[in-house]
C-alpha cells in the first residue's frame, strides 16, 4: 500500500517538532482490498505511533529545558 503526506504539508514533515494527523495522511493506492480510507489511515498511524513519541519526548525535552532556564 502506497501512501504520502498531504501537499499542504510536505514542508512541515521535515521540522523536528511537526506530528502528523489523520488528515495529514494521504492515500495513493486504489485498491483497499475491501477497508475504507479512514481505517487505512488509522492503521497506518499506528505504524508511525514510535516515531511520533519520539517527537513528542524531543519536544517535551526542549519545553523542560527552556522552563528551566527561566
Not at 1 to 6: A, E, G, T, V
Not at 44 to 56: A, G, H
Amino acid at each position: 500500500m502506497d501512501w504520502c503526506y498531504n501537499l499542504d504539508c510536505q514542508e512541515k514533515q521535515f521540522h523536528r517538532t511537526w506530528i502528523p494527523k489523520l488528515r495529514d495522511i494521504q492515500i495513493i493506492t486504489k485498491d483497499l482490498n475491501g477497508l475504507k480510507v479512514s481505517e487505512v489511515r488509522k492503521i497506518i498511524m499506528e505504524e508511525i505511533q514510535p516515531d511520533i513519541q519520539m517527537v513528542r519526548d524531543h519536544n517535551n525535552k526542549v519545553a523542560k529545558e527552556r522552563r528551566q532556564r527561566i
